[in-house]
C-alpha cells in the first residue's frame, strides 16, 4: 500500500485535492492510502471547510492552524508543524499543490528529511520573481522527485530549467522524473459542472441571468496590499461597469474585503462600493462560483485558477495581472493580460466582447490527470 501525504492549505488546493482524492478513492482505494494535511493557510470558514464539506474531500487528519501572517512568520510555522507530522507518519510520498507558503513548506520540509516530493502544477512560471508565487514554484520544482505539468508550456520550461526529460526510473530528487498529465482542474471542472447546475442556487439568490453579467475577483497581494494598483484596477471595473449593460459580480476575498473597507471613505474606492451596477458579495462555495463562470458573459480576475476555469467554460477572460503563467490563454485570444490599468482593462473589455470567433483548443489535457498521477506515483515504488 502506497502511503501518501497531501497538503492542503488555500482554496485552490483544496479543490486541487477533491480531484486527487475522488480517483484515490473510486480507482486507487487498494493501493493507496491518502493522508491529509490542513496546514491552516486560510482559517476563513467561507474559505477553507465549505469547500472540503462541498466537495467531500475526507476530512484532515492533521490541521496546523497557522492562520494569517508575513511570509516568514507563516511559512516558518507550517514547516515546524509539517516536519513533526512527517516524522510521525513517514508517508512514500508528501503530495503538493500550486505555489502557495503551504506548498514551499511543504516542499522545504519533505527535502530535508530526504521524502520524496510530488508537485502537481510543476512547471508553470510568470517570470517575474516580484510574485511569491513565482518563488514558490521553483523552489518546489527543485524540491521534488515527480512533476507534473497541466500543459505543453510548462513542461518546456522544465527542461530549460535543466530537467531530463528523458530521465529513467527509479525517480529521485536527483534524478527527477517529469511528466506532462494534463490539469487537475480541467477533471473538477468536468465532474462538478453538472452537479453546480442541479445543487447551487446561487443565479436565483442574486437575480442573475445567463450571460447577463460579468464575474471578477480579486486577491491577489500585489493588487490588493498595493493602493496604486488596486485604485487603478477599481476604476476599470467602475469604466467597464459603466458601459456594460448588466451587472459585475465581485465575490470578495477576506483581504480584499478588509481593505477596500479601509478605504471605504476616499473616491474611487466609494463609489465602486456603492455603484449599483457592481454586486459586491461575501466568498462563496465552489460549486456557486463554477454556475457563475458558466453563466458569465465575461470574467475579469487576477486568480490563476480562475483564468483557467473560464477557459475551461469557453468564457473570455480580462487579466489583471502583469503576466500570467497560461500562456495558452493569451495565445488563443481568449484571454488578455491588462496589469492594474484603468485604460488597457477597459479596452480589454471593449476588444473581447467584439469577437465572435473565440476558439478554445483543448490544451489542459483530457481530464483524467488525477488517474496519470495515481499511475505514475505508484509505478516509481
Known amino acids: 500500500m502506497l502511503?501518501?501525504?497531501?497538503?492542503?492549505?488555500?482554496?485552490?488546493?483544496?479543490?486541487?485535492?477533491?480531484?486527487?482524492s475522488r480517483a484515490i478513492r473510486n480507482e486507487y482505494s487498494g493501493s493507496i492510502r491518502e493522508i491529509i494535511l490542513h496546514t491552516g493557510q486560510h482559517y476563513d470558514r467561507n474559505m477553507s471547510q465549505v469547500f472540503i464539506d462541498e466537495m467531500e474531500i475526507p476530512r484532515p487528519d492533521y490541521n496546523l492552524e497557522v492562520g494569517s501572517g508575513t511570509h516568514g512568520v507563516q511559512t516558518g510555522r507550517m514547516i515546524m508543524g509539517i516536519e513533526?507530522?512527517?516524522?510521525?507518519?513517514?508517508?512514500?510520498?508528501?503530495v503538493l499543490f500550486g505555489d502557495t507558503n503551504s506548498t514551499l513548506a511543504g516542499a522545504v520540509a519533505g527535502s530535508k528529511l530526504h521524502i520524496p516530493v510530488?508537485?502537481?502544477?510543476?512547471?508553470?512560471?510568470?517570470?517575474n520573481k516580484n510574485m511569491p508565487e513565482e518563488i514558490?514554484?521553483?523552489?518546489?520544482?527543485?524540491?521534488?522527485?515527480?512533476?507534473f505539468s497541466p500543459t505543453m508550456t510548462g513542461f518546456h520550461n522544465l527542461v530549460r530549467e535543466g530537467f531530463n526529460p528523458t530521465a529513467?526510473?527509479?525517480?529521485?530528487?536527483?534524478?527527477?522524473?517529469?511528466?506532462?498529465?494534463?490539469?487537475?482542474?480541467f477533471d473538477n471542472s468536468l465532474y462538478f459542472a453538472d452537479l453546480a447546475g442541479r445543487k447551487s442556487q446561487i443565479l436565483d439568490q442574486m437575480g442573475l441571468k445567463g450571460d447577463s453579467f460579468i464575474l471578477s475577483t480579486i486577491h491577489r497581494d500585489n493588487n490588493t496590499d498595493e493602493p496604486g494598483r488596486l485604485e487603478a484596477i477599481i476604476r476599470g471595473i467602475i469604466?467597464?461597469?459603466?458601459?456594460?449593460?448588466?451587472?459585475?459580480?465581485?465575490?470578495?476575498?477576506?483581504r480584499t474585503a478588509k481593505i477596500l473597507k479601509e478605504r471605504s471613505g476616499q473616491e474611487p474606492y466609494n463609489k465602486f462600493l456603492n455603484h449599483e451596477k457592481i454586486l459586491i458579495t461575501d466568498p462563496v462555495s465552489f460549486l456557486d462560483i463554477i454556475l457563475l463562470e458558466k453563466n458569465a458573459e465575461l470574467i475579469m480576475t487576477d486568480s490563476g485558477g480562475v483564468q483557467k476555469e473560464a477557459y475551461f467554460f469557453e468564457k473570455p477572460c480580462i487579466i489583471l495581472r502583469s503576466e500570467t503563467e497560461w500562456k495558452e490563454i493569451v495565445e488563443a485570444g481568449a484571454g488578455i493580460v491588462t496589469d492594474a490599468s484603468e485604460e488597457r482593462i477597459l479596452e480589454a473589455y471593449k476588444t473581447l466582447t467584439a469577437k465572435n470567433n473565440i476558439e478554445y483548443p483543448r490544451v489542459f489535457g483530457d481530464g483524467h490527470a488525477a488517474g496519470f498521477i495515481c499511475k505514475a506515483m505508484l509505478s516509481n515504488k
Open 168 to 185: 529513467k526510473p527509479p525517480y529521485n530528487i536527483d534524478n527527477p522524473g517529469i511528466y506532462h498529465c494534463g490539469d487537475i482542474m
Open 84 to 94: 513533526e507530522v512527517l516524522l510521525k507518519e513517514n508517508p512514500d510520498y508528501l
Open 118 to 127: 510530488v508537485h502537481i502544477e510543476a512547471g508553470l512560471r510568470s517570470f
Open 239 to 254: 469604466a467597464v461597469a459603466e458601459i456594460f449593460s448588466g451587472r459585475i459580480v465581485l465575490p470578495l476575498h477576506p
Open 136 to 147: 514558490n514554484r521553483i523552489v518546489c520544482d527543485h524540491a521534488s522527485t515527480l512533476l
Open 3 to 20: 502511503k501518501i501525504l497531501t497538503i492542503i492549505g488555500a482554496r485552490p488546493q483544496i479543490i486541487k485535492a477533491a480531484a486527487l
